[in-house]
């Protein structure tokens, strides 16, 4: 908060908001004035995150007791909507600062070692649910494609059009998985299947479902709410 107000107030004194008035906000002469003030705010914000976060900390870890049974939907549309890709025929898609850009196979993603978890998905909604996926490590996994570990961001397309991307150290993060499974059986449909991102260290829309490329980026990828004024790190 000290920074953020330190923030505000050189923007004062730079005469980029003046006077500054909760109504100035609402300005019909600046309308974009608000926007740009938030979402430079935002970027901010990511900055700080970033600098916090520590890449050792450990999302918690719940008991099998404490798996939320039925598991909890959400997309951008309705559950009746969610795409159906055909495992055999699915390939993950390579792009960027990645050395071998084969694309990927799902027996071969299910060949590699495998991490299980516990843990819980947090929506900006406001809801929670705990669910046990597993899968392969994404730094592993970026580790044996020949990502470049020195880029910004790895960033992620969806079978439904969905995108996300996320920073390179929570990408490899211990507990950042490319999931395979839920529940000990392969994910289902509308809830990522064949792979999605599972990171418990970010909010519920930073774990991509019904993966289909990965990239590995220095230009900001941005993502689907992120372009729409989520915050972009939405992490801890
Ligand atoms: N492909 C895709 N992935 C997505 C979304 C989406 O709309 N499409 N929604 C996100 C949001 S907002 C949340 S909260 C979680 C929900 O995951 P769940 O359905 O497994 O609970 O998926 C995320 N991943
Ligand atoms: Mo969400």
């Given at each position: 908060?000290?920074r953020r107000?330190?923030?505000?107030?050189r923007?004062?004194a730079?005469?980029l908001?003046?006077?500054l008035?909760?109504?100035d906000f609402?300005?019909p002469?600046?309308?974009?004035?608000?926007?740009k003030?938030l979402?430079?705010?935002s970027r901010w914000?990511?900055?700080v995150?970033?600098?916090?976060f520590?890449?050792?900390?450990?999302?918690?870890s719940?008991?099998?007791?404490q798996?939320?049974r039925?598991?909890?939907?959400?997309a951008?549309?309705d559950i009746?909507?969610?795409?159906?890709?055909s495992?055999?025929?699915w390939r993950?898609?390579?792009?960027?600062?990645i050395?071998?850009?084969?694309?990927?196979?799902l027996?071969?993603?299910?060949?590699l070692?495998?991490?299980?978890q516990i843990?819980?998905?947090?929506?900006?909604?406001?809801?929670r649910?705990?669910?046990?996926w597993?899968g392969?490590?994404?730094?592993e996994f970026?580790?044996r494609?020949g990502?470049?570990?020195?880029?910004?961001?790895v960033g992620?397309h969806?079978a439904?059009?969905y995108?996300?991307?996320?920073?390179?150290?929570?990408?490899?993060?211990?507990?950042?998985?490319?999931?395979?499974?839920?529940?000990?059986?392969?994910?289902?449909?509308?809830?990522g299947?064949?792979?999605r991102?599972?990171?418990p260290?970010k909010?519920?829309?930073?774990?991509?479902?019904?993966?289909?490329?990965?990239s590995?980026t220095?230009?900001?990828?941005?993502?689907?709410?992120e372009?729409?004024?989520?915050n972009?790190?939405?992490g801890?």
């Amino acid at each position: 908060m000290i920074r953020r107000r330190a923030l505000l107030q050189r923007a004062i004194a730079l005469g980029l908001i003046s006077p500054l008035t909760a109504c100035d906000f609402d300005d019909p002469a600046h309308p974009d004035l608000a926007d740009k003030f938030l979402s430079a705010m935002s970027r901010w914000n990511d900055m700080v995150q970033a600098a916090l976060f520590n890449p050792h900390t450990l999302a918690p870890s719940f008991r099998p007791d404490q798996i939320t049974r039925p598991p909890r939907f959400n997309a951008f549309y309705d559950i009746s909507q969610a795409p159906v890709v055909s495992p055999a025929s699915w390939r993950l898609a390579l792009s960027g600062q990645i050395a071998d850009q084969r694309p990927w196979r799902l027996d071969e993603l299910q060949a590699l070692p495998q991490q299980s978890q516990i843990t819980q998905l947090t929506c900006v909604e406001g809801w929670r649910t705990i669910g046990q996926w597993a899968g392969v490590r994404l730094s592993e996994f970026l580790r044996r494609v020949g990502a470049d570990l020195t880029c910004r961001y790895v960033g992620f397309h969806c079978a439904d059009g969905y995108y996300t991307s996320i920073d390179m150290a929570s990408a490899l993060h211990p507990q950042t998985i490319l999931a395979l499974s839920f529940l000990g059986a392969p994910l289902t449909p509308p809830f990522g299947a064949p792979l999605r991102l599972r990171i418990p260290t970010k909010l519920g829309f930073k774990n991509p479902k019904s993966l289909v490329a990965l990239s590995v980026t220095n230009i900001y990828p941005g993502g689907y709410w992120e372009d729409q004024g989520y915050n972009w790190f939405s992490g801890s």
